[in-house]
């Protein structure tokens, strides 16, 4: 069963624009990461975020994590076309220790 | 640092064929956890060794199987092969089971025909 639920499933823009993606989960959790992955390759770790921060930020990357709405956001700033690709949240949930992905947001930049 | 390294990256096997795919975690991680990712369920967990033990399994048929080595090299095996059973299989590296900061590989891509 998926855990997390992204929202958009899938979200088109303008190059130089800003993206912003949401995830929802259920459960309690430790942590929680953002992945990205291209057509069909490996997940790249972008960002972990533990349950006691609120904003985290890694280059154009903007991550928040509300706990007591079990939800959090990835905001990607300046977006270029190599910003196009799938991406996934992934919590895990205390007791235990897997991650547990969410469908995922399919962001495409347009030149 | 090199990153996880799975092998091979692409493979075709035939129904009731078995396969093995191998995975190198990263330099002094000792967790390895793997992931079965197809266009209709998603990325699911198949099972997570440390220490060369099994310490969590998904929702799997026991076709599924896996190993770890003492190096933290794991390899995962699947048995009886079945169409449904075509997907990019992806393997996470973690410092160890209590560190989910996982790492992954670029997945071996498995096709049964």
């Known amino acids: 069963s998926q855990q997390g639920e992204e929202d958009p499933q899938a979200l088109s823009i303008q190059e130089g624009e800003n993206a912003t993606m949401n995830c929802s989960y259920k459960?309690?959790?430790?942590?929680l990461q953002w992945y990205r992955q291209n057509s069909g390759r490996g997940l790249v770790h972008l960002i972990l975020?533990?349950?006691?921060?609120r904003e985290k930020h890694s280059g154009r990357l903007r991550v928040t994590l509300d706990t007591s709405k079990k939800s959090s956001s990835l905001l990607i700033t300046a977006s270029r076309a190599a910003d196009t690709a799938s991406y996934f949240c992934?919590?895990?949930?205390?007791?235990?220790?897997?991650?547990?992905f969410g469908q995922g947001t399919r962001l495409t930049i347009n030149p | 640092k090199a990153g996880v390294t799975q092998t091979p990256r692409y493979l075709i096997k035939t129904r009731g064929q078995q396969v093995t795919l191998s995975c190198s975690p990263i330099?002094?991680?000792?967790?390895v956890s793997w992931y079965q990712q197809t266009p209709g369920q998603g990325l699911q967990f198949l099972f997570e060794?440390?220490?060369?033990?099994?310490?969590n399994k998904g929702n799997f048929p026991g076709r599924f199987s896996g190993r770890q080595f003492s190096n933290s090299r794991s390899e995962m095996n699947v048995s009886t092969l079945e169409l449904g059973d075509s997907a990019l299989y992806l393997c996470?590296?973690?410092?160890?089971?209590?560190?989910?900061?996982?790492?992954f590989g670029q997945g071996t891509r498995l096709t049964v025909v």
């Open positions: 996470a590296s973690s410092q160890d089971p209590w560190n989910t900061e996982a790492f």
């Open positions: 330099s002094g991680h000792r967790s």
């Open positions: 459960t309690s959790i430790n942590n």
């Open positions: 975020i533990r349950s006691n921060e």
């Open positions: 060794y440390f220490s060369e033990t099994q310490r």
């Open positions: 992934a919590t895990d949930a205390r007791g235990a220790q897997k991650l547990v």
